[in-house]
């Protein structure tokens, strides 16, 4: 069985974010990026069922600019089998993240896709969603837990509520919860064999499918900082404080 795992290249959660000067985009200029932590997750869940001969072969995907293969090659460090880069310098939204995946699906004959829940940049969770209705298969989202049978897969996922449990068949597409597994360290020898696999660069113009965009961002802001807690003695003070300081009253 092959498997097919997305991975998105984001900006380090630790890292301040700056606002481009067009007011609608992220500055990553001089930026550390990373690969999407759920999409490490939902990786190293792919390895682990290739170590126990469920899953034959791990291609990784990741679209957009050849930066990217830093991101790829970090993944077959970790123990993917090869990779494929969809290179395109625009930053596409989840449909057309969907339409891309559908079609490498197709050509690779995939019957398992594992990818994060969502992007710790954009925080979307929709194109694992979106993929399966197109695909029209099987969909898990937020899998904690992940036990294959006989009949197909029991799959555990995280609800308001608490747990649900899942009986689907494959073929099947799962996003990744935080606490499905904890990610593998890499260590040095699997770096540099990582250099040696196969890294495969499709200009997206080539899968002549739509990748236009159906959402336009009209202006990002950043969140207001924590205001300073003050303490006051009584509701005349307060008053006072809301009417000269904060000019709210």
């Known amino acids: 069985m092959k498997a097919l795992v997305a991975v998105k290249r984001v900006i380090d959660f630790k890292t301040s974010i700056r606002i481009a000067a067009d007011g609608k985009n992220i500055d990553t200029n001089h930026v550390k990026m990373i690969l999407n932590p759920f999409d490490e997750i939902a990786l190293e869940e792919a390895i682990r069922l290739k170590e126990k001969n469920i899953i034959t072969e791990i291609i990784v995907i990741s679209i957009g600019s050849d930066k990217c293969q830093e991101t790829l090659r970090t993944a077959l460090a970790m123990g993917a089998d090869r990779a494929i880069l969809i290179k395109t310098e625009e930053s596409l939204q989840p449909l057309a993240v969907a339409n891309v995946l559908q079609k490498i699906i197709k050509q690779e004959s995939i019957q398992l896709v ?4 969502q992007a710790i940049d954009s925080d979307n969770n929709q194109t694992g969603q979106m993929l399966a209705g197109k695909l029209n298969w099987s969909q898990a989202t937020f899998a904690s837990k992940i036990d294959f049978h006989d009949d197909g897969m029991r799959v555990t996922r995280e609800v308001d509520g608490g747990l649900e449990t899942l009986h689907i068949r494959l073929p099947a597409v799962i996003t990744s ?10 260590a040095l020898p699997n770096i540099m064999k990582a250099k040696q696999k196969p890294l495969s660069t499709i200009p997206i ?3 002549d499918i739509d990748i236009h965009d159906h959402m336009e961002i009209l202006q990002l802001t950043l969140p207001e900082k924590k205001r300073r807690k003050i303490n006051v003695e009584n509701a005349a003070q307060l008053v006072n404080y809301l009417r000269t300081e904060e000019k709210i009253i």
């Open 114 to 117: 594992l990818m994060g829940k």
């Open 177 to 186: 919860d935080l606490r499905l597994n904890e990610p593998r360290y890499i």
């Open 205 to 207: 113009d080539q899968l």
